[in-house]
């Protein structure tokens, strides 16, 4: 009986190969059932379970996922697909990618993006396939989403005994340092003056220097 089975099933793996319309879509299943004439299991059958894989060293952001799975593991058949995700251990009753349309082939491997995630939460997804007479839920994997990245605290400037730092300050020239730089310069201006009017000159800024000065002096600036 194994034997038989095994040369059925060859059979029906190079009959799925032709690619003839007759076949198109029909599983591997129902031909051996067919051949066997153990009854007509052909007749609404769902696709194969698929496998729902990891899809290796993929960058995982806070708010999206790639995920992988396999269509048709061990049969040469016709099948569409979408992916189930939900919070928590099981990918039913939550979210699902956009059902593809049905392909041929046997071992297909299929990928989506999941969108739309929380950040720092569990997540479970399962490869569905799907065709005409049904659907045929792959087993669950899960994943976690990355914590999302919070910028540094802004670190207040250091205090001592509770006071602020102080602004740093640079010195103010006093009115009588003025007053010198004044007379330097008023001097030296002199020195562009006709002789005859350069004393008259000198005289006049040491007289200004003066008044400065005890200007400075009445309100207590050295």
């Known amino acids: 009986m194994t034997y038989l089975m095994s040369v059925l099933r060859s059979i029906g793996n190079k009959l799925l190969g032709t690619g003839s319309g007759y076949f ?3 599983s591997l299943g129902c031909i051996i059932a067919v051949l066997a004439a ?7 059958s769902p696709p194969e379970k698929p496998l729902t894989n990891e899809c290796g060293e993929v960058i995982i952001a806070a708010q999206a996922q790639r995920v992988c799975g ?3 593991p061990e049969s040469n058949a016709r099948a569409g697909y979408y992916f189930a995700y939900a919070e928590g251990d ?4 939550g979210s699902q990618t956009p059902e593809e349309p049905e392909v041929d082939g046997e071992a297909i491997t299929v990928s989506a993006e999941l969108g739309g995630l929380s950040p720092d939460t569990t997540y479970s997804y399962c490869l569905v396939a799907t065709n005409q007479f049904g659907e045929a839920f792959g087993d669950p994997l899960s994943f976690r989403t990355p914590a999302e990245e919070t910028p540094p605290a802004k670190v207040p400037p250091e205090n001592v005994d509770g006071l602020m730092p102080s602004p740093v300050l640079f010195p103010v020239p006093s009115p009588l340092g003025r007053a010198r730089r004044h007379l330097a310069k008023r001097l030296e201006a002199c ?3 006709a002789r005859k009017r350069r004393a008259r000159c000198r005289r006049n800024a040491r007289a200004r220097f003066e008044r400065e000065r005890r200007a400075a002096q009445s309100v207590g600036v050295d």
Not at 38 to 44: F, N, Y
Not at 90 to 93: I, S
Request: charged content about 5%.
């Open 191 to 193: 020195r562009g003056v």
């Open 38 to 44: 153990t009854g007509s299991a052909c007749a609404g």
């Open 70 to 72: 396999t269509l048709n």
């Open 24 to 26: 198109a879509g029909v």
């Open 90 to 93: 099981g990918c039913a009753g």
